[in-house]
């Protein structure tokens, strides 16, 4: 039979000190070690008084804006860092359960869920383009390739660090609740909590939280019945690459030389309401028939 992703390896130390243990070395090293350096970073270009009220976008011009990119990244990798000794020394196991319950991991998901959701991304930018949307063009040369660099080989390394602490070791973590979809909107919520400080939500308001909560229950979903992590990381990392490569704006966490700056002002545009309501639905339902999921395990009890 195979293992089910949700619960914890049947190899391995699970003991609820070993769980504390990995989860406030996590926090260590991404408020401790992987702060260090854009603190330095920051500090040794901008005055201490002066930082008070100081946008992202103008640190950015700063330091630099892929310098900048790099720096916000350091904190993630620092988690991944962690999480994979911890999982390795602590719960003394392979780190791959921690990505699939298959024998190895399925780049083909991974994929799939990066060229869809990739795709259905660049049909949205192309028809606010072709509606008139205020949005220019922002070729930098060789910036834009050196974002491109980052985005494509460190970047994902952000997305997967939120993706293996909401949908792999919390949700695992959370095995005392004996529904699974308990654990999908309890790991959901946090997710979409864990975005409050980002200035989107600033810039759009609370609303733009029941956008992360959705989201973070729909990568749930998908990685609960999927069996693994590999849909939800693809997902995740082509969302933000896009953010990052395609298009920007000067009020959202990611301030780059990507190919298009989009010059609206903050707002939870019909984008983000057909994303929610219209996009996932799809492709939680293409998933289900390529994959042939057993959807009454949505509501089932372990």
Partial sequence: MQAKFFNWPSEGNYKPWTVVVTLILVIVAYLGVGQIPITLAILSEIELSELQGISQREIAEVLGQNYYLTLLLIPFLAIVGMLYLAIRKIHQTRFLHFLTA????DVKRFFMAFAIWGGLQLVIHCALIWSGQPIQWNYKGFEFWNLLFISLFILPLQSSAEELIFRSYLFKAFNRLNYPLARVLLTGLLFGLMHG???EVEQL??????YYIYTGIFLGLITYLDNGLELALGYHAINN???SVVVTNDWQVFQTPALWIDNRPPEFG???IMSLLLLQPLMFFVFSKLYRWDLRKIFSKV
Avoid: K, Q, T
Avoid at 102 to 105: E, G, N
Avoid at 205 to 210: E, F, H, P, S, Y
């Fill in 102 to 105: 298959r024998s190895r991991f």
């Fill in 197 to 199: 400080l980002n200035p």
């Fill in 205 to 210: 308001g609370d609303i733009v939280l029941v």
């Fill in 241 to 243: 690459i896009f953010a």
């Fill in 270 to 272: 019909w984008e983000l």
